[in-house]
């Protein structure tokens, strides 16, 4: 295949395109200091077959290059991609969710897969993970979710698990680390539920779907003001803003999406801005007040992408940037 095909179509000051061979689904933004900032994108093909291609990012020259040495198979789609969020660690270290917990050790020229981390105490097999975290402030740890109703937090760098939970009463659709030893989690259940491993018999409901049994599909806990989490409902236009000090009441609902809202991302340098992005092939930022408006809040900046975006990324790696991806491609759009 010509690489140049592959290279960035569309170029302007404010996005610049990636166009993939497949369909693509998770990303990750590489914290590794580097001239040119690594971005892993996990395609979607409905078969076991499956490849995770890292490309790189040149921001002078606004620029976006595959390094085919760095592509490798994946079984099955990777539900998530995270790069190890610790920059000073000596080589890039990618982690993959999908069968199994995965980790692969990046180099400059190869990609090899250093463990496959399987939950399961009895069988060689574990149920689908629909996601997982890596602990910023403890990075050993990675929490895991599964559809069988479990989250697993494993210990990384021992490969094995320090401590496995029943969380919900259906599958586990998304987990995200708060402090150290505190991580939250939404299910099919339509509940937020958050746990401390100091006290692993209890957990707190912090919020429960309107209607009973509507899936909470994912969770993004507020990294610049902990009191904060947001979460979005399945099939749902609206994405709903929660503070931890006052359970089951949403401090907001953001309900300004032509479709279903399928991703949310808050922005790495400032706690009152959240990405959206969904069906309606539009990205919205956010700007959260105080206090709403009476008839709600409306986004303050508006991107419409060519199809229905299906993830996004706010990373800070690079938080002037916001990655989504649509179809068979990855846009960067300038904050």
Known sequence: MDTSTLESQLRSDNFVTYESPYTLYSM???????SHRRIALGSFVEEYANRVDIVTFDEETLSIKPIPNLSFDHPY????????PNPKVSGDILASS???????????????????????????FCAPLTSFDWNEVEP???????IDTTCTIWDV???????????????VHDIAWGEAGVFASVSADGSVRVFDLRD??????????????????RLAWNKQDLRYMATILMDSNKIVILDIRSPTMPVAELERHRGSVNAIAWAPASWQHICSAGDDSQALIWELPTVAGPNGIDPMSMY??????????????MPDWIAIAFTNKMQLLKV
């Open 28 to 34: 990750a933004i590489s914290s590794a200091a580097a």
């Open 77 to 84: 789609p990777p539900t998530k991609l995270m790069f190890h």
């Open 98 to 124: 999908g069968d199994f917990l995965r980790l692969y050790g990046v180099r400059e020229n190869s990609v090899e897969q250093v463990s496959v981390l399987n939950n399961s105490k009895s069988s060689e």
């Open 140 to 146: 050993r740890r990675i929490g895991t979710s599964s």
């Open 157 to 171: 760098e021992k490969g094995v698990v320090e401590t496995q939970l029943i969380a919900h009463d259906k599958e």
């Open 200 to 217: 692993k018999e209890h957990s707190t409901i912090i919020y429960e779907s309107p209607q009973p049994d509507t899936p909470l599909l």
């Open 304 to 317: 419409t992408a060519g199809a229905e975006i299906n993830q996004l990324q706010w990373s800070a790696a």
